[in-house]
């Protein structure tokens, strides 16, 4: 079946120490999102890409890069992860093609934890 | 600021009853609605497209209100399953990013 991996399941890190959470789709959809959400908040859209253009939200901090080395694969790096970086970390994909029932496909998450 | 509301909750609730919950959005060129069902410690998943005309699918219905800038669920016969964070997501006319609410809970006990 068609769909949206995300790898580890679960990552424990040190305080300071990088970690890179990886995505891949079978979709081949051309918009993949990384989300931050903590317990009982909204999913936080950290950044996206359509394609391979790279979009940053404002607020999102320094700490955390992407990458896109192809359609199919995306990876998020924090770079020094802090006890308030823990979270669950979503991956998503949408087609982006504008029919406006489009939605989008959830990978099943990576929990960090930092020590 | 785009703005998705949401009541949290929880709303506790037993087997069998109806229970809605209300969305609303802030941004009148909104143009794609949906619920989704959270699952605790799990991924968003889609449970229903809102559409103009309103939609059902089971025990479940969704209401669009543009003029009040609202949508609506209601599930009926509720199912101890039916346990879960239900997220409101509303996209704008175009866009491809969407913009969540926080969720409600809902709680169905024996």
């Known amino acids: 079946d068609a769909m949206v991996i995300q790898n580890p399941r679960y990552q424990v890190t040190q305080f300071g120490k990088p970690v890179t959470l990886s995505c891949s789709q079978t979709l081949n959809h051309n918009v993949m999102y990384w989300y931050q959400q903590k317990s009982s908040q909204a999913p936080k859209l950290l950044f996206h890409?359509?394609?391979?253009?790279?979009?940053n939200e404002a607020d999102t901090p320094d700490n955390f890069q992407s990458r896109r080395p192809n359609t199919s694969f995306c990876f998020l790096d924090i770079r020094s992860p802090g006890l308030g970086d823990a979270a669950m970390y979503l991956c998503a994909t949408s087609t982006a093609t504008g029919d406006r029932r489009e939605t989008q496909y959830f990978g099943p998450g990576t929990r960090l934890l930092v020590l | 600021r785009k703005e998705v509301e949401q009541d949290p909750g929880p709303f506790n609730v037993p087997e069998g009853a109806t229970v809605a919950f209300n969305c609303t959005y802030s941004n009148s060129a909104s143009q794609s609605f949906f619920w989704y069902r959270q699952d605790c410690r799990k991924e968003p998943k889609l449970l229903m497209s809102?559409?103009?005309s309103g939609n059902e699918d089971g025990r479940f219905t969704a209401q669009l209100n543009r003029a009040s800038q609202y949508i609506s669920l209601l599930i009926r016969d509720s199912k101890l399953s039916d346990s879960a964070t239900y997220l409101c997501v509303v996209n704008d006319g175009g866009s491809y990013i969407p913009t969540f609410g926080r969720g409600t809970s809902l709680i169905v006990h024996p």
């Open positions: 890409y359509y394609d391979k253009d790279f979009n």
């Open positions: 809102v559409y103009s």
